[in-house]
């Protein structure tokens, strides 16, 4: 099982994601993105940054990279992708998973912990967690807000593809809890088929028992088969 | 070919909120300004040869399509005119 966390130009969260990723026993390497996938890539991960300078949009330009053709070949032939922060930008811009992430409603840059609580257990990303169990994570987002025709989400709700909300500490989904005025508080969602999804919170950067919580080990342990 | 230039202008849908227009509007508010409502967008100015107006606009939406838009929180408007 090797994990490709391809670098772009500007992620930042690569090399951390790396070592999140050993800590828990994965094989994983940095790709550069020109270098394309690896042969043996068995997992992929979109780390967090701020890829391109969020020229245009936050991942529009990265979504452009001919390596996201690969990614999306490798998805559809069953590898688990997972898309982190920036990562998650980039996964919706290239139409592995629906909706949008753009600007909070704050308008600012948002770096603190928040709550969220498993909405759906069965996928590979929360079957160590148990649903609706609430994890703390830290965000570090300017354009975190999830946007999708209302219409759209209820469908995404329907087939159970909602993987994290916003919550408190108790698991209450609320406005209050909501950091970033995502749609139905929603801070993470799987594609057509739930090995491949994307999340603005920072699983990597709570893995690590040197850092303190590690709620976050359970996403990345998706990675183990 | 005739040398055109297609003025892509991209608009958050109606309805997608708009933080960073709901700023700018509170600051010229600041300013003393006496405004009811303010909207962003993008435009882009392409500057591109086609055989008539019509392929110089089919070429700028498909660009809109698939990078200057997001068709998931954007609408778009494309008009061409002649360099």
Redo the contacts between chains.
């Keep these: 099982m090797t994990v490709a966390v391809v670098q772009f130009g500007g992620s930042n969260c690569d090399r951390d994601t790396v070592q999140a990723l050993r800590h828990l026993g994965v094989d994983a390497h940095l790709v550069w993105h020109e270098d394309g996938l690896p042969a043996d890539t068995a997992g992929v991960v979109l780390p967090g940054g701020f890829s391109y300078g969020d020229y245009?949009?936050a991942g529009?330009m990265a979504a452009?990279s001919p390596i996201m053709d690969e990614v999306r070949a490798a998805a559809d032939e069953g590898t688990p992708v997972l898309g982190i922060c920036n990562g998650a930008q980039i996964g919706?811009?290239s139409s592995l998973t629906?909706?949008?992430f753009?600007?909070?409603?704050?308008?600012r840059f948002q770096c603190e912990r928040v709550h969220v609580r498993v909405e759906n257990a069965d996928t590979p990303w929360t079957r160590a967690y148990e649903e609706g169990e609430v994890l703390e994570l830290p965000i570090a987002h300017g354009d975190g807000?999830y946007?999708?025709?209302d219409d759209r989400l209820e469908l995404l709700e329907d087939e159970d593809r909602v993987l994290f909300r916003y919550c408190d500490a108790e698991g209450t989904v609320t406005d209050d809890a909501n950091p970033n005025?995502s749609k139905h508080n929603v801070a993470g969602v799987t594609g057509d088929q739930s090995h491949v999804a994307v999340l603005m919170p920072h699983p990597e950067r709570v893995t690590l028992p040197d850092l303190g919580i590690t709620d976050g080990q359970g996403v990345l342990r998706g990675f183990l088969a | 070919m005739t040398a055109y230039t297609a003025t892509v202008t991209v608009r958050l849908k109606r309805g997608v909120l708009d933080p960073e227009a709901e700023t700018t509007q509170r600051a010229l508010e600041r300013l003393g300004f006496e405004l009811s409502d303010l909207r962003s967008a993008d435009v882009f100015e392409v500057d591109l040869d086609a055989d008539d107006a019509d392929g110089a606009a089919a070429r700028a939406e498909e660009m809109a399509e698939r990078l200057l838009a997001n068709p998931t929180i954007h609408d778009y408007d494309v008009a061409v005119e002649e360099a």
């Design positions: 245009l949009r529009a452009q919706c811009e629906p909706g949008a753009t600007t909070n409603e704050s308008a807000r946007e999708i025709a005025g």
